[in-house]
């Protein structure tokens, strides 16, 4: 689950970022249509915002309960070895 969300960040910021290059020589050729763009781009800064929030709180080692802060092999409360 953790390896589907990562992927999903990384690929909301390459649209985030493509998305802003495209709404960016919009305005530059003089189209200030970019509705669409902005729309795009709070559906990934929402993405981009969530993930982190996911990781500080629902993500718990299986063993103790306890958050878990980084993505470690060991969890630092207990010292049981995580499942991949």
Not at 5 to 11: A, G
Not at 12 to 32: C, H, M, R, T
Not at 33 to 62: E, N, Q
């Amino acid at each position: 689950m953790n390896k589907i969300l990562f992927r999903l960040w990384l690929l909301a910021l390459a649209v985030f970022v493509v998305d802003w290059l495209i709404v960016g020589l919009k305005l530059l050729s003089g189209n200030y249509d970019i509705t669409l763009g902005a729309y795009i781009a709070l559906v990934c800064v929402v993405i981009l915002a969530l993930y982190p929030l996911y990781r500080a709180f629902l993500d718990k080692c299986p063993y103790c309960g306890k958050p878990l802060a980084s993505s470690g092999r060991y969890c630092p409360h207990c010292g049981r070895e995580l499942p991949k």
